[in-house]
DNA sequence: GATCCGTGGGG
DNA sequence: TCCCCAAGGAT
């Protein structure tokens, strides 16, 4: 742990909540504390961009106004309405979770951490982002961006993608809040994702960086995203990741209309030009997976978007 | 802790 | 072209 400056950190909330003022992003889920809205908008941020989700949240939110709503529909209508966003995973997971809501809690989010981390979807992050964003608790809120900011700040670091564990950010980000932590907790995303950016970080144009312990340091070493994390490759099939094959299946289905299902050779067929009988074991486990995470539904030798 | 889960844009 | 990344979560 670093040492506990509290004049750095008091210069820090007013140069931060300064640049805040002049340069903070217009983000249509800033302007409302209605659950819902940040309920949706948060699952649709999880490793999403936010430009993606300035474009996909008001459709969405047309179709599905609010709880009631969206707990009504088929599963099948919301992996529609979930078209470009990736991670279909989130999708499902957030209908079931607005099932609960509507079934277990009258309709009413949860406004405690505890509760709102059992509901599926929702982890650490989005529990106490929801917290702080919708319901105003002056909670700490780390993402990505705030990890990184906060890493640089304290903690000397000199190559790009290098920080300091997630464990030890949340405690500190605790030890820093200010009294108002929803600006605070956007203003630190804003920074990072404008100024502190993972790659070439603006450090000449940055409001703090005659506090930053690493400022016009990043990038001394030289480091790969690949170093930190040494990445795996992923299983893939015909030199195409397993996922990019699940991607392809279901937005097969999203331009289907009517019924919607599909015959396995067609299937096939659909996402591989090339496709052969032979290679039907193969479309069967990715289908099978699919339908473990609930995307799909199989009959015979029927599949189709999972109802509910 | 490592791995899996999509998609579209930037360098 | 290819590699990397983006308001994470579940297993």
Redesign the pocket.
Known sequence: MVKFDKKKVKALHRKIHEWYEKNR?Q?I??TTTDPYTILV??IM?????????QEKLPLFLKKFPAFQQLAQASRADVIRAW????????AV?LLSLVKIVVNDYQGKLPSNIEKL?Q?????????H?IVCFAFKKRVPVV???IQ?VLSRLFWKMSA??QMK?SEDIWRFAEKILPRDAFRWN?AL??L??LVC???QPSCTVCPVAEFCTSSNRIGTVKQ???M????????TYDGI????W???L??IFRCVNGKGTISMPHLGKAIKPTFTKREVPWLDRLVQ??QQ?G?VDRVGNNVMLAHE
């Open positions: 992003r983000l889920w800033r908008s948060e941020l999880q490793q999403t961009q936010v430009s993606r989700v078209q470009g966003l990736g991670y279909n995973n989130r997971r981390q509901l599926p979807g929702i982890g650490r992050y989005t529990a982002a993402d990505v961006n990184r790009p993608f564990r956007q995303m804003d990072g994702a950016t993972a790659r790969k995203r690949s930190v994390s040494k990445k795996k490759s992923e299983p990741p397993q996922r990019i699940r991607g392809r279901v937005e997976t699919l995470d995307i």
